[in-house]
Structures are given as C-alpha cells and as structure tokens.
C-alpha cells in the first residue's frame, strides 16, 4: 500500500492486485481534499525529501512529463485497453505468439527467441527457469515464456489460461522451456511496447513475427466488438448470466445519451 513495489512479482502472490485501485482511491481522495482546501507542500515533487529524492535518488528529475500541458492535456483520451489478462509488455509478444500459431506445429519448435527490452528484463524474463515454470497462475500474468508458449499452444490466452491447473498444462510448460530472450538495445521502450519472435524448427527453418506498438493503444485501437467481446469473457468469468451480460452491453452503448441507470451492473 505504500509504495506499490515491484516485490509483487515474488512467490505468485496477490498484491499487485491491488496497487491500481489503491492508487485510485489515493488520487481521488487527494484531489477532494484539495478542493476542500487542504495544503500539501508545493515541493512535494523536488524537494529535499521529497518525490525524486525518496524513490528516483535524484532531484533531476523529468519534470516536463509530469507538468507539461498541466490542466490541458487529458490523458484520458490515451487509455489503452489490454487485450490479455497479463503484464502489459507482454501483450506485443502474445501478438507475435499466437500468428506464429498459424504458420507452425508447436512441436516442431526447437527454440522461440524473443527480442527485449533490457528494462523488461528483471520483471518478466528473469530468473528465466522460474518464468519458464511459473509456480502458480497469477505469477504466471508476469512471465513471458510462459504467456508466450501458451498463446502459441492454444491459439488465445484468456482468463482461463490463468489457473494453477492451466499452468500445469504439459504441453505449455514444454514449450516455455524453450523460449529465451536477447537484449535488443534499439527497442524503444519505455516509450513504446514492442513484440520481435523469432521461432526456430526441427527443420532448420526460421520464422519471425513483429508487432510494433501495444495493440488496443492509440496507435492501434481494440475495435467495439473486440471491447465487447473482452466484456463478454470476463463476465462470464465472473458468473454472470448472458441476459446480464447483454444489458451490460447495451447500457455501454447508451451511456452518453443522457441519465444513467447502473442498476444492472449491481448485484
């Protein structure tokens, strides 16, 4: 709760669960106790002990991305939409994974080689035989080999691809064992989310598939049905019935005309 550290990444465990809709409600409380007139410290940033010197060990820091267009620029508009239930940066290479798919027989794969940013490495890729081998399903939403061979294997990678039982699935840790990773240093994260797969055969051959930028980003928005679609299998995930789901849907398609009833979505 203090800090969301990345610690989360250890043992399977649940907190980072937590950290986006506690930082939420942190944001929202503070911005009603500034409109109620409460006073922070306006070196809250720079200061001595502040932001910089407390978490980034630096008081230089990049302060245009954080002021430029101040009250402005909305990020709102910028929202990306995952189309995995997995780390973000991984999304690009479950992009490459699951078009390989279609051009290859996973048993014929010797090696997948994927090409990564250095920065991604200490949260996604290493220790590269426990990512291969996740010990559980939520620790497997943080292990690239594993997203990977299982997108590649079944052709998706849903909620149900995150069970402990799915992660015990024979086929897909045999393939997680042969995915690796080499450092590209060109890749521009973390301005970009890239994905560069690279699937070597029995036979020799060598096939290779790239994905740019994160797509369900501005660069490559998810369509409505592909949004509707995600809906649909994370409801049902949850246990809601398809009546619910469908007026689910259609209260989404209206929630800008005029007053809105939440009533369905409750319960």
């Known amino acids: 709760m203090a800090g969301g550290l990345l610690e989360y990444l250890a043992e399977g465990t649940w907190t980072k669960r937590m950290h986006p809709g506690w930082a939420a409600q942190s944001g929202l409380r503070a911005a009603l106790l500034g409109r109620a007139g409460f006073r922070g410290p306006g070196t809250v940033l720079e200061g001595l002990h502040g932001l910089f010197a407390g978490f980034a060990r630096t008081r230089e820091g990049n302060y245009a991305a954080l002021l430029d267009g101040f009250g402005e620029r909305w990020l709102m508009t910028a929202l990306a939409f995952k189309p995995y239930p997995c ?50 399903g939520y620790a497997a939403k943080f292990s690239a080999p594993w997203c990977i061979a299982a997108s590649l294997v079944h052709g998706s990678l849903g909620l149900d691809a995150f069970t402990d039982a799915a992660v015990a699935d024979p086929a897909v840790r045999a393939l997680a064992a042969k995915v690796r990773y080499q450092v590209d240093p060109a890749n521009p994260y973390p301005f970009e989310y890239t994905g560069q797969l690279q699937a070597r055969l029995a036979g020799g051959a060598a096939l290779e598939e790239r994905q740019p930028h994160l797509r369900g980003g501005t660069r490559q928005p998810l369509s409505r049905g592909d949004l509707e679609e995600k809906l649909r299998s994370n409801a049902h995930a949850g246990g809601w019935s398809d009546d619910r789901i469908a007026a689910a849907l259609a209260l989404a398609r209206t929630i800008w005309d005029g007053a809105v009833d939440l009533t369905v979505l409750r319960g």
């Open 87 to 136: 780390g973000t940066m991984i999304q690009p290479y479950v992009d490459c994974a699951r078009r390989l798919g279609k051009r290859v027989d996973p048993r014929d794969v010797t090696e997948l080689v994927a090409s990564v940013a250095e920065g991604t490495v200490h949260r996604l890729w290493e220790p590269l035989a426990e990512k291969q081998r996740p010990p559980n």
